[in-house]
């Protein structure tokens, strides 16, 4: 086994600054969430899945406290996320939701720029600061290459990092990101999980990713999460969470979970009905 | 990246503002100064550059050059600007806001409830004082956007497009309101109302001019202070959370905000539709710049847009004076239309 | 497989017959009830035994009756042509007002008898007609060039646009022209007061002319509800059909406001109405909207004139009135 083993994962009691504790969310009478608790584990790369309408948005919604929560808390640095003045969270922690649209029109360099939101003020509208760590970002995300282009005029994955660029002008420890790769080939999803991931590594963020593939996130994650129906069915080191045991139970889906010989991560490939079954049904009509 | 930005970087106060855009603006402020200028000149009394500059540095070559200048058209120029000012800023918040560009205070029904309220009371209360006309503007205006806000929302994701169609519906029913007062009234108040509804300047002398003038600066330091939340606005309500803003407090104040510059002018000089639609558009095509600049671009011209719709007015048809309002449709109805067929429909807010 | 086993089970002949006893009452009401009331027999007396010298009878004839009849086919027509654009453009919020045929028909109308002041009974409802038919094209071209094509949303978009467009010519058309302002003023908002004999004669044809086109398309409007390259599939002809419901649409466009000005909502309000009962077959909605339409402008107008009496408001002020808030709750619901 290569490349890839224990030593490199995050202690399973290392810092926490992002807690969630207990929580429900729901719009109206039902909650999507009920009942999650989970331990943001710093400088790693935590992944969040689960099927459709298991709550995993409407938790990293909840934790970037854009919906409030029905009961329990969530704490930043120890203290409710819902106490504190919203510009001070935005200095530690930048979301970025599904599907953002940008304002017509805009070049790169200046939907890279809108991050700096929470450190400018009236008076302070663009210093030197904001300069540097717009270009820092470009360069960080690999956009500079485009920074006077328009938005719209680019391809959906370099889209996708441009977005990225954005939260990481934020300058934040922590960034919650809400389905990035969805609706992108596989290669670039591929390409923008290595850039997470290296952001993650080189610059000690702390990154929680909603991911909809299974073999992406199992690819990537430090630290798997799997959701169902509200509650975290399963959550660890990758290697204890991706089993065959729990993708049934999370997903129903039947799989078996082989290991890539060149990077010991895990992989799933899904039990599939030989023909001879297939003809055998029929002959028994 | 300093290349063409007039730029300070350190110390206090910093900005960085393109050269290209405080270019334009200097322009359209010229520009504004001429329309004046020909706006003085030109009437039934015509009279020289020369003759207009004596009079307005209080050197009036005649009696009658004085009495034009300063107490007709003077004051019913800067009238126009002024509205056309107003309803600009008001369009350029609610885009921004909405996130959609067709939206515009006479769209949305705005300036109907405002221009309600207001024939309503010229119609059944004559007595009351023109002093009072603003007030029940911004209550009739308020009042329907609070309605169609109402009406449209939907937690799940409310449609923009759903807002305009329910302010369009609302619009109808508040015209039909409105009509019902006009057709009813005596005729000479009707007619007098009528006028006023069609988005007339040319009556305006120097009481609707301290009031729109009022406005502009009174509510100038609340644009100023949104220029920055309208930024983080238009990136989405989830992502402006995310950037530290809050979100639905800041939303409503800034609608109240345009509820407020519209009705300001819808009050004194009736509804003059898409100028808040166009005149924000225009000023995108004119210089590239952030939120702040657009929106001082997007007053210089919706100041030159009724300015020129009310110079038209007066000339094209002389002696018959056609208002600003009915020009400004002619005007903004092809260039809403342009707008209809390059902007994909979106359904999202 | 025998052709009949698809004709639907037809239901016992109640409804109709229903239908045309509340017309019917409704029409009486009408012509019954106004500044003074007649009682219903005296009603029935002028109609079947007319006496010239009766007070009653005269007020009945020439008044009241004319004016039940118009506001039955106006009704009908709008209601008619209403449901065939909903059909035909798939859009629940289409209305001859809404997309802009009414205004387009009012501004032919008053440029031609107010800028050009030809007034002959017999041009009216032929200029409204190209009028209304000119708003259209323009108001669906705008719309199909749009990223998206003729959305439902889109459309009513370009209707609005060409809507105010005209409405400011018309307005300026009335303030070059103060003498068609107050002649003018109330036929603008949509009356039933006032229809000239003349104008009403020479309008009927087009009126029948585009009831009986709306008929016969009425099976081929059910299918191309259902999708245009659904309705090709199954053999319709679907460039003919369209045209066919334009030309319905504005004749009866035409009509209507030739004889009683621009009166909106009747036709977007009346054919949802008429669907909760009768479904989604055209050969239903058609009929019925027609009857719908008829009654519901009858009691409308029966309320215009007597809400406020002795003033009268004009029934297009009442179906706006009326109308508007129930667009607002279809755009709620529906979108």
Redesign the interface.
């Known amino acids: 086994m290569t490349g890839y083993n224990n030593s490199d994962a995050p202690e399973e009691s290392a810092a926490s600054c992002l807690r969630v504790a207990g929580v429900a969310v729901g719009?109206?009478d039902a909650p999507i969430v009920r009942d999650v608790s989970l331990d943001v584990l710093d400088g790693a790369l935590t992944v969040l899945v689960g099927p459709n309408g298991s709550g995993k948005s409407t938790l990293m919604?909840a934790m970037?406290?854009?919906l409030p929560v029905r009961s329990g808390e969530i704490r930043l640095d120890g203290r409710p996320i819902g106490a504190m003045p919203?510009?001070?969270?935005?200095?530690r922690?930048?979301?970025?939701?599904q599907g953002?649209?940008?304002?017509?029109?805009l070049r790169v360099r200046e939907l890279v720029a809108?991050?700096r939101?929470?450190h400018?003020?009236?008076?302070?509208?663009?210093?030197?600061r904001d300069?540097e760590a717009v270009e820092a970002a470009m360069q960080a995300a690999d956009v500079i290459g485009f920074a006077d282009r328009p938005v719209s005029e680019l391809s959906g994955g370099q889209r996708q990092r441009c977005w990225i660029a954005m939260?990481l002008a934020?300058e934040t420890d922590i960034l919650?990101l809400d389905e990035p790769t969805t609706f992108l080939d596989l290669k670039v999803q591929v390409d923008l999980m290595r850039l997470l991931r290296r952001i993650a590594k080189e610059d000690g963020r702390t990154l929680v990713v909603v991911l909809h593939e299974l073999n992406v996130a199992a690819a990537f994650a430090d630290h798997l999460v799997m959701m169902k129906e509200g509650r975290i069915l399963a959550e660890g080191h990758v290697e204890r969470v991706f089993t065959a045991a729990n993708l049934r139970e999370v997903f129903g889906l039947e799989a078996n979970v082989l290991r890539d010989p060149a990077s010991g991560r895990p992989v799933c490939m899904p039990v599939v009905t030989s023909d001879a079954d297939v003809m055998s049904r029929i002959a028994a009509q | 990246m300093s290349a063409g930005l007039l730029i300070r970087l350190d110390g206090p106060v910093t900005y960085a503002l393109p050269v290209h855009a405080l270019t334009v603006l200097a322009v359209l402020l010229g520009l504004t100064c001429t329309l004046v200028v020909a706006s003085l000149m030109a009437g039934s009394y015509p009279l020289e550059a020369t003759e207009v500059v004596m009079t307005l540095a209080g050197r009036a070559p005649s009696d009658m050059a004085q009495t034009v200048v300063w107490q007709f058209r003077f004051p019913r120029a800067l009238a126009a600007l002024a509205a056309g000012a107003l309803l600009a800023l008001s369009g350029a918040t609610l885009q921004n806001v909405t996130r959609n560009p067709l939206a515009d205070p006479s769209l949305v029904g705005v300036s109907q409830g405002a221009g309600l309220a207001v024939v309503a009371a010229m119609v059944a209360w004559p007595e009351l004082p023109q002093a009072m006309r603003p007030v029940l503007a911004f209550g009739g205006a308020l009042a329907v956007a609070a309605l169609i806000q109402g009406i449209a929302m939907r937690r799940s994701g409310g449609a923009t497009m759903r807002f305009i169609l329910t302010g369009i519906g609302v619009a109808a029913f508040v015209s039909a309101l409105t009509s019902a007062f006009l057709t009813y009234g005596q005729i000479d108040r009707a007619l007098s109302a009528l006028g006023w509804l069609a988005g007339s300047v040319h009556a305006a002398g120097w009481g609707e001019v301290a009031v729109l003038g009022g406005a502009l600066l009174c509510l100038a330091p609340a644009l100023v202070m949104a220029s920055r939340p309208m930024a983080a606005m238009r990136m989405g309500p989830e992502m402006a959370v995310g950037l530290g803003l809050r979100v639905g407090r800041t939303r409503m104040a800034l609608i109240t905000l345009s509820v407020a510059l519209a009705a300001a002018a819808v009050a004194m000089v009736g509804p003059i539709g898409f100028v808040g639609l166009v005149a924000p558009h225009l000023a995108h095509r004119l210089a590239r710049c952030g939120v702040g600049l657009h929106l001082a671009l997007s007053a210089a011209t919706g100041a030159l847009l009724v300015g020129a719709a009310d110079l038209a007015g007066r000339l094209a048809f002389a002696p018959v004076q056609i208002p600003a309002g009915l020009v400004t449709a002619l005007i903004g109805v092809p260039l809403f239309v342009w707008l209809l067929l390059r902007t994909q429909a979106r359904a999202s807010l | 497989m025998t052709a009949s086993s698809f004709r639907p089970a037809r239901r016992p002949g109640f409804a109709p017959l229903l239908a045309l006893v509340v017309l019917a009452l409704a029409f009486a009401w009408h012509v019954s009830v106004g500044a003074r009331t007649i009682p219903l027999p005296v009603v029935a007396e002028a109609l079947l035994s007319y006496d010239a010298s009766v007070f009653e009878h005269v007020v009945i004839v020439d008044l009241r009756l004319p004016r039940a009849l118009l506001a039955a086919m106006v009704g009908a027509a709008l209601a008619v042509s209403g449901a065939l654009m909903q059909g035909v453009t798939r859009n629940p919020l289409a209305d001859p007002g809404i997309l802009g045929l009414l205004i387009g028909a009012s501004f032919a109308v008053v440029l031609v008898v107010g800028v050009f002041d030809l007034a002959a009974p017999a041009l009216i409802p032929l200029v409204a007609a190209l009028g209304a038919v000119i708003a259209a094209m323009a108001v669906w071209g705008i719309a199909a060039a749009a990223p998206g094509g003729a959305m439902p949303l889109t459309l009513v978009l370009s209707g609005a646009a060409v809507t105010a467009f005209l409405a400011a010519l018309v307005t300026i058309a009335n303030l070059l022209d103060e003498q068609s302002f107050e002649q003018l003023r109330v036929w603008m908002t949509g009356s039933l007061a006032g229809a000239q004999g003349g104008v009403m004669l020479w309008a009927l044809p087009w009126l029948c002319c585009g009831l009986v086109v709306a008929l016969a398309i009425a099976r081929q409007v059910t299918a191309l509800a259902m999708g245009e390259e659904t309705a090709t599939g199954l053999g319709l002809n679907v460039g003919r059909v369209k045209a066919l419901a334009l030309f319905a649409v504005v004749a009866l466009t035409a009509a209507t406001v030739a004889m009683a000005g621009p009166m909106g909502f009747v036709g977007l309000v009346v054919p949802h109405v008429v669907r909760l009962f009768a479904g989604q077959d055209y050969r239903q909605i058609v009929p019925w909207s027609a009857l719908a339409g008829a009654g519901y402008l009858l009691v409308v107008d029966v309320a215009a004139r007597m809400v406020l009496a002795p003033v009268e408001i004009s029934t297009g002020l009442v179906t706006a009135l009326l109308g508007a808030p129930i667009f607002v709750w279809l755009v709620r619901a529906r979108l």
């Open positions: 719009y109206g919604k970037a406290r854009v919203t510009r001070e969270v935005a200095k922690l930048a979301l970025l939701p953002p649209i940008a304002p017509e029109g809108q991050g939101y929470p400018q003020s009236l008076l302070r509208q663009w210093s030197r300069a939260v934020q919650l």
